[in-house]
């Protein structure tokens, strides 16, 4: 995972996402992350993520 700015960027040895969540659900963790400092808000809201069971971590084979 590469930080540049306030974006993140996956490289394709990365674990693959796949995502399983409404729009509402992530606006609202969108919010969350922006009340969060800025150094923790990509892991918040990754962990967030995985919480409410939108965010699924696969290894690539």
């Known amino acids: 995972m ?3 700015g306030s974006k ?3 490289n394709n040895k990365s ?3 796949l995502l399983f969540i409404g729009i ?3 606006l609202g963790l969108v919010d969350l ?3 969060t400092e800025p150094q ?3 892991i918040k809201f990754l962990t ?3 919480e409410e069971g939108g965010l699924e971590m696969m290894r690539q084979q």
């Open 2 to 4: 590469i930080r540049d």
């Open 8 to 10: 993140i960027k996956f």
């Open 15 to 17: 674990p693959v996402n």
């Open 24 to 26: 509402k659900k992530l």
């Open 33 to 35: 992350a922006r009340q």
């Open 40 to 42: 923790h808000r990509a």
């Open 48 to 50: 967030k993520m995985e």
